[in-house]
């Protein structure tokens, strides 16, 4: 069964600039107010926590269609993150920036880093893009990552947001999907280029007229045609009217391929989440095995991550931090779900909806190998790293994942660029209501992450991120000649 034309008419003016903001893509959106005055926290990765046991994920409704990238010095000392308390307030009040307490400079960072530098360039975009809370880690090589954190977790607690607060980093997931994929390729499981019907069968695509050709290629590098289905008015209408069942990724393969093709197949790219979420079901398919068990099989163990996880079968040992939709998705959700007197938020001059508001179960479940990974950020620059330097593919998989396709900037899964004649490897990544942005330069050996939780922030975090690399470039002596 296909959308509803007359509902994706009522909501297209609505919902779809929403939408492009990304589940699993580019972001924008916010404004400008006061600086934020919340101490930042730096610490080192945290202690790894054992991973629970998979959870049994509730059935999906079969009955619904388908759905979804001037602050005080820091302190050394590590600094747990508190569990949250919701506090209900009866009307949206203005919130206040959370007091702190001065800490003193330290005379020279043990880092090497210009930490001041670091916490001024954090502290003028979270004005600017009016960010409750910040997390970020740095890494050279295979150490640690230093691993920062400001603002606050959540609005209504103050609890702070500190690297021990776990974030969803959205479409960050991709590559390391991608990666479990070639994994199968080395181990001579899959083939690139042998069409999906192989592993999946000759029904998987449904009426989609290229689904005979598609292959792994044109999943991973977003040339099958696809539409985003995260992006979709009819897809937001589907979450809102379930937010509280998972969704299977049966569900969201039929959405996609009943929504017919939106690009030239093969020659044109177009980014689809649905591509690596068909790639998770091939996985699942030639192993026997559940997606998020041969992920972090092949993936996740062997680079030492015991803070990242795959839900909705594998969940952290807490929530995530509590996340906020302003902007047009501000809109979008009020107009399509009631929404709780204390999910809204008044923030340095933006109103805010939290998304711990709202039940959990879809959000966990739609991004999926697609985009599903919720982590500390401590774990994302050694995962990030890893895929390239781990030694998880072969040299020649390795090759074609990094090879730019029709997209100069995209190879399989990551993409590829260029800063200050620097090589660099990259992903961004939306979910409701987090930004994430991950690069890593080989050359230098040099893995930057930063996780926001506001979804979307104007400007960017790549702003962000684009202002902390000459300074953790000049503080380590890498700047390029």
Known sequence: MTRSAAAKFLLVPLVVTALLAGACGNDDGGTAEPPLTAAPTVEATPAPTEAPEPTATPEPDTTAEPSP??????????????EPE??????????????????????????????????????????????PGLVLAVARGDEDPWTFGWGVSDLDTQAPMTPGSYVRIGSVTKPVTTVAVLSLVDDGLLDLDTPVTAYLG????????????????HLMGHTAGFVEYAFDPGFFVLASSRLGVPIAPEEIVRFTTNYGPVAEFE??????????????MIIEAVTGNPAHVEIRTRVLDPLGLENTYLPPSELPPKPV?????????????????RVPDEARHDYLGNTYISTNSYP???????????????????????????????????DESLAEMTLPGVNSGYGLGVGIDDFGGQLAYGHGGGTPAFRTRVIYFPELDLTLAANANVLPPDPDVQALVDALIPIVMEGWGLTSQ
């Open 69 to 82: 990238e001037a602050m005080p010095e820091p302190t050394p000392a590590p600094t747990p993150a508190p």
């Open 86 to 131: 919701a506090t209900p307030v009866p009307e949206p009040a203005a919130q206040g920036t959370p007091e702190t307490t001065a800490v003193p400079e330290p005379e020279t960072h043990p880092s090497g880093l210009d930490v001041a530098a670091i916490d001024a360039a954090a502290a003028d975009w979270m004005e600017a893009a009016s960010i």
């Open 202 to 217: 000759d029904d998987w695509y449904g009426n989609y007229e290229h689904g005979p050709n598609i292959t792994l290629r």
């Open 321 to 337: 931090a509590n996340s906020y939709n302003g902007g047009v998705l501000y809109t979008a959700f009020s107009s399509l779900t």
């Open 267 to 280: 020659t044109e790219y177009n980014y689809s989440t649905a591509g690596h979420v068909i790639a998770g």
């Open 360 to 394: 959990q179960e879809f959000l966990q479940s739609a991004g999926w190998t697609g985009g599903g990974i919720e982590a500390l950020i401590g774990d994302v620059p050694r995962m990030f790293r890893g895929l390239f330097t781990g030694g998880l593919i072969s």
